[in-house]
């Protein structure tokens, strides 16, 4: 063998040597490549359904929250439910609901229910009385009700204006709660309003 196919031997050595090396690092360059694409599609993957499960978490506390309403803007209480003396008569007597202080004011449902009745006496004036599953509510004294029998309320809709009609020494919401038909204390509507919001806030403070 002559020094120049000798040459040509050992040129074409390296050549091979060199070409295969860069096959090599192209091959792992391209696996890193995607092994990274594909953690980081992960970490993408993982990140959207925190988010969505985080949305759905904040929907849900929200649609709670909502679930419920107070009666009026602002809650003070003028006389609670049980006995007291009678402002006609003097004497003690038991007193069936909660009256609030009102100035005519927006009267909100308290809950999601159905309209039973819209009507006036001269006890209650013009009430609203509302159905929620097993138990009643009745908004009393109104001086305009936003009502129809039959129709479907949520929690937070206007349903009448505060007022004074029917037996009454001024102007007030007079609230009566019923289960199965017999009178209850409206506080337990209205502690029930007041703990599901708060946990609500808590709630969503904690997200």
């Known amino acids: 063998m002559n020094?120049?196919?000798?040459?040509?031997?050992?040129?074409?050595?390296?050549?091979?040597s060199t070409t295969i090396?860069?096959?090599?690092?192209t091959v792992g360059?391209?696996?890193?490549?995607?092994a990274n694409k594909t953690k980081k599609t992960q970490e993408i993957n993982s990140s959207l359904v925190d988010s969505l499960?985080?949305?759905?978490?904040?929907?849900?506390?929200?649609?709670?929250?909502?679930?419920?309403?107070?009666?009026?803007?602002?809650?003070k209480i003028n006389s609670s439910y049980g006995y007291r003396k009678d402002p006609f008569s003097?004497?003690?007597?038991?007193?069936n609901g909660l009256d609030l202080h009102a100035r005519s004011s927006k009267v909100f449902a308290m809950l999601?229910?159905?309209?039973?009745?819209?009507?006036?006496?001269r006890?209650?004036?013009?009430?609203?009385?509302?159905?929620?599953?097993?138990?009643?509510v009745s908004y009393c004294h109104l001086s305009r009700t936003f009502a129809y029998q039959g129709q479907t309320v949520k929690a937070g809709d206007t349903i009448g204006i505060t007022g004074s009609?029917?037996?009454?020494?001024?102007?007030?919401?007079?609230?009566?709660?019923?289960?199965?038909?017999?009178?209850?204390?409206?506080?337990?509507?209205?502690?029930?309003?007041?703990?599901?919001?708060?946990n609500c806030v808590t709630a969503l403070n904690e997200l």
């Open 53 to 75: 499960i985080l949305n759905d978490s904040i929907k849900e506390l929200k649609a709670r929250y909502m679930s419920v309403s107070y009666p009026l803007s602002n809650i």
């Open 165 to 198: 009609t029917g037996c009454s020494t001024g102007e007030h919401l007079h609230i009566t709660c019923k289960l199965h038909g017999n009178s209850i204390d409206p506080m337990i509507v209205l502690k029930y309003i007041e703990v599901t919001q708060q």
């Open 123 to 136: 006890v209650s004036g013009k009430y609203v009385t509302l159905k929620h599953g097993s138990f009643t």
């Open 21 to 25: 090396k860069a096959q090599f690092n």
């Open 3 to 16: 020094i120049g196919n000798a040459l040509m031997m050992v040129l074409l050595s390296l050549i091979s």
């Open 112 to 121: 999601a229910g159905e309209v039973v009745k819209v009507g006036q006496d």
């Open 90 to 95: 003097g004497k003690r007597k038991f007193h």
């Open 29 to 34: 360059h391209l696996y890193n490549h995607q």
